[in-house]
């Protein structure tokens, strides 16, 4: 399984745009990107997943250079309750892979007035 | 759509008993579905893999025996952790996937207070 690595703590203030890069040097070939967010007592959500290059959505966008070792999430324009700890993983996909998500320390994004 | 829920949301036994914890995939079909638990301030720790109609796949290091896991339909899996005692105390989450090419959709947690 790929380990992944990540800022363990990013601080920003309302408004501004927030990237969190992740490393992943040793991403095998099936392996998808995805993003989750985690508040204190509940489950992760997931934000965004991706393969290669860039996928936006309504809330992120995901960017993956060519030699996929590594990812930035970019959040714009966050808000207060965009505090939050932040998961990147990478796990097998395909058919057979099982898809098992090594979750690493995440980092902990705290959004300021 | 991708709605996982748990029951209970929160639970508190007495040590030596034993608690069921429900994972049901509610807008779709789930054959497969995954087990973590988290301790305060720390990451996700994933326990076991359950395909639906087989036996569950554990991680190294947890019991098979001391967590029992049962995925009987494509929409629910159990996790029964049996004759608990306060370092069992934890955080446990479910996750739930179409299928292994698909997303991990997880619930909200259950709280188990072991006392």
């Known amino acids: 399984l790929a380990k992944t690595t990540q800022p363990i703590s990013m601080d920003s203030y309302e408004g501004q745009e927030v990237n969190i890069t992740c490393s992943h040097n040793?991403?095998?070939?099936?392996?998808?990107i995805t993003w989750y967010q985690q508040f204190p007592s509940q489950g992760p959500r997931f934000i965004i997943q991706g393969y290669k290059t860039k996928v936006t959505n309504e809330v992120a966008s995901l960017f993956i250079p060519a030699d996929r070792k590594s990812s930035t999430l970019s959040l714009p324009r966050v808000s207060l309750s965009d505090t939050a700890v932040y998961y990147c993983l990478v796990g097998d996909m395909s058919t057979g892979g099982g898809n098992k998500l090594t979750f690493g320390t995440g980092t902990q994004l705290k959004v300021e007035l | 759509g991708a709605v996982v829920s748990q029951h209970p949301s929160r639970v508190i036994c007495k040590s030596g008993t034993s608690v069921k914890i429900e994972c049901r995939s509610l807008?779709?079909?789930?054959?497969?579905m995954f087990w973590y638990r988290q301790f305060p301030k720390k990451s996700l720790m994933l326990m076991a893999t359950s395909n639906e109609g087989s036996k569950a796949t554990y991680e190294q290091g947890v019991e098979k025996d001391k967590f029992l896991i049962n995925h009987a339909s494509l929409t629910l899996s159990t996790l029964t952790v049996t004759s608990a005692h306060p370092e069992d105390s934890s955080f446990y989450i479910c996750?739930?996937?179409?299928?292994?090419?698909?997303?991990?959709?997880f619930g909200p947690g259950t709280r188990l207070t072991v006392l």
């Open positions: 996750s739930a996937s179409a299928d292994p090419t698909d997303t991990q959709y």
């Open positions: 040793n991403i095998a070939t099936n392996d998808y």
């Open positions: 807008d779709f079909q789930a054959t497969t």
